[in-house]
């Protein structure tokens, strides 16, 4: 199906998903989609990037801000990776990845706050090398 036939939902999130993780990220996931997860791809594309991630409440500064310290304090650490990551796209800074894991400490946990940083600090430093590359 093509972008024009989908849903103006889906187009937003497609948009904001591509401006958040960039075109390389999405198109590796769009590459690896199957008939089996096609149906989930399109459910977080259009509830989390086109619902969401698109609202004009917020920046993209401050969801990436959420959404890193919500996904610390849960543990989901491949998310987390990809979210430090993304604040290349959304004007989130070092300073803003602390100051969220600084809060995951104390409501979440000092352990999920601690294995945060060691994924940030990676994180950052790939960037870091990548970038100087």
């Known amino acids: 199906m093509s972008a024009t036939s989908k849903s103006p939902r889906h187009n937003d ?8 993780l960039g075109d390389a990220h999405v198109d590796r996931a769009e590459a690896a989609k199957s008939e089996f997860d096609a149906p989930f791809q399109e459910m ?3 509830g989390a990037w086109g619902t969401v991630w698109s609202r004009p409440n917020w920046t993209k500064r ?6 890193i310290a919500l ?11 990809m979210h430090v ?8 800074s070092e300073d803003d990845i602390r100051e ?8 979440a946990g ?8 060691k994924i940030a600090k990676q994180t950052l430093k790939e960037m870091a090398a990548e970038k100087a590359a």
């Open 100 to 107: 969220a894991l600084m809060h995951v400490a104390i409501y």
């Open 44 to 46: 977080i594309t259009e």
């Open 62 to 67: 401050e969801r990436s801000i959420v959404t």
């Open 13 to 20: 999130g497609m948009a904001t998903r591509r401006s958040v």
């Open 110 to 117: 000092v352990p999920a706050a601690n294995h945060a940083f």
């Open 85 to 92: 990551r993304a604040t290349a796209n959304t004007g989130a």
């Open 71 to 81: 996904l610390a304090a849960l543990g989901h650490d491949d998310e987390v990776a």
